[in-house]
């Protein structure tokens, strides 16, 4: 296959060679990523790109969202060594992937991720996860119609992912996630700092951040991955952002570039 299709409900496939997963942010979808992964097919890779649990069309097994089920997830679509590409949680999947099975990832690049943890992860005043929460239990949904739900959202790149991605039903359009769930999925990723995993890495790694991204200076410092690239004027979704860019570094990372 040289394009990109959904080889099952909640996985998109395509292209032939060394394979390359890709992995979603909170509240994203396998969608948002599909620009990235048409330019690893039209450079000679294989990708494999899930909606992951409690996202997309992958609404099973919502009772475990646990970061070991994550991994778990993505060891069972890699019938070979692969590249890991992720964004956000998805960059904290793929490294946690890469220190449980170091034999089985090539590499890794990290597109605005890190070890995790979080200074305001308590259950006091909301905390990281909580407020996540709020704010997506705060979208007025269902939304009428696309012009309803980007004059909410704002206008700015992750909106038109949201936008995409909205499922359309008899009374309205909705997200094809939910707040708890979200919650849940970042309960982990915030409650502590994976350094133990991130230090046992021998595999290449590629960290790139926005200049206007989320993550801390300090951490960025102490991961000191292989590679770093800071993208001008991007945010925290800098492959949305600044899609041709992130192609271009991921695209040469993984073939040698």
């Not at 040289?2 to 409900?9: D, G, H």
């Not at 009772?63 to 964004?87: F, H, I």
């Not at 005043?125 to 269902?142: C, D, I, T």
């Not at 769930?181 to 790694?205: C, D, Q």
Request: aromatic residues 6%.
């Amino acid at each position: 296959m040289t394009t990109l299709v959904r080889s099952s409900p909640a996985v998109l496939s395509g292209g032939t060679g060394p394979l390359v997963v890709l992995l979603h942010g909170l509240a994203g979808s396998a969608a948002e990523m599909a620009p990235l992964a048409q330019s690893l097919i039209e450079a000679g890779h294989r990708v494999v790109v899930p909606d992951q649990c409690g996202h997309g069309f992958n609404s099973g097994r919502v009772e475990d969202l646990s970061r070991t089920a994550y991994v778990s997830d993505v060891l069972a679509l890699m019938d070979e060594p692969a590249w890991l590409v992720g964004q956000s949680m998805g960059a904290h999947t793929a490294m946690l992937t890469a220190a449980a099975a170091p034999d089985r990832v090539r590499g890794l690049v990290m597109i605005e991720g890190g070890v995790g943890g979080s200074a305001d992860s308590g259950p006091s005043a909301g905390g990281y996860p909580e407020k996540l929460r709020a704010y997506f239990a705060s979208w007025p949904v269902p939304f009428a119609d696309e012009a309803a739900a980007r004059a909410f959202l704002g206008p700015r790149a992750i909106t038109e992912a949201w936008v995409a991605d909205l499922d359309h039903r008899a009374d309205g359009l909705w997200p094809r996630f939910d707040p708890d769930v979200m919650k849940a999925a970042i309960a982990e990723v915030a409650a502590t700092a994976r350094w133990t995993e991130w230090a046992s890495l021998t595999m290449p790694t590629l960290l790139i951040r926005g200049e206007n991204g989320t993550m801390p200076d300090a951490e960025v410092e102490r991961m000191a991955p292989d590679r770093l690239v800071v993208v001008p004027g991007a945010g925290h979704d800098v492959h949305l952002d600044a899609p041709e860019v992130t192609a271009r570094l991921v695209v040469d990372f993984v073939s040698g570039g």
